[in-house]
């Protein structure tokens, strides 16, 4: 056992010494790029979505405009009563408590159905802090930076009857922090040093 602890702390040593400058400690820590594409960038959905106008709006219009649910990537489409669950979140409510829009189109069954785009996104996780804390499994840090985006469309047969705005972060900012006291000696099974009968 003492072996083993013995190389944990050349091994932490040696690492230390590796991470000696901030330069070197910020090339070796890990990132991420995760990106939900399908409509452009943050202001491209923006501007697609103002453009949707309910009462107006076709299914043939969308199709010009790129939104074609079955073509544009990252789309969900529901039947009315996915669409009618949307808008009923609690018992208490009753189909009358929705937008009159939707009521209709859930009235009308078959014909009521609704697209969620989306979101879409484009974010970027960076490894923060002391490689050496990360290493060890003692504290791990991310700053997540980016933007996410999406909306939701409802028709009544062809004509855009309602649009709902989704999630929607333009400027993603979140520093996202773990802790673990005991660092690498949480993943050391005592078993392994106890002889056996």
């Avoid at 330069?23 to 820590?29: C, E, S, V, Y």
């Avoid at 009159?100 to 859930?106: K, R």
């Avoid at 333009?170 to 009968?197: A, N, S, V, Y």
Wanted: proline share 7%.
């Amino acid at each position: 056992m003492r072996g083993i602890y013995g190389k944990l702390m050349i091994l932490s040593l040696a690492i230390m010494a590796l991470v000696g400058c901030a330069g070197i400690n910020a090339k070796l820590m890990p990132s991420n790029r995760e990106i939900v594409r399908g409509l452009g960038n943050y202001n491209d959905i923006e501007t697609l979505y103002n453009n949707i106008i309910p009462g107006k709006t076709t299914i043939a219009d969308l199709k010009k405009m790129g939104l074609d649910p079955k073509t544009t990537p990252n789309v969900t489409t529901f039947n009315y009563l996915d669409v009618k669950n949307m808008f009923l979140t609690n018992p208490s409510e009753k189909l009358e408590d929705s937008p009159l829009e939707i009521q209709d189109c859930v009235k009308n069954k078959e014909l009521c159905l609704g697209h969620a785009y989306g979101p879409y996104k484009d974010t970027n996780t960076d490894g923060q802090g002391q490689i050496i804390t990360r290493v060890a499994k003692c504290e791990k840090i991310d700053l997540i930076t980016g933007w996410e985006l999406g909306f939701f469309v409802f028709r009544k047969g062809d004509l855009v009857v309602y649009k709902l705005p989704g999630k929607d972060m333009p400027k993603i900012h979140t520093i996202k922090k773990e802790k673990r006291p005991p660092c690498f000696l949480q993943e050391i099974d005592p078993q392994k040093f106890i002889p056996g009968p």
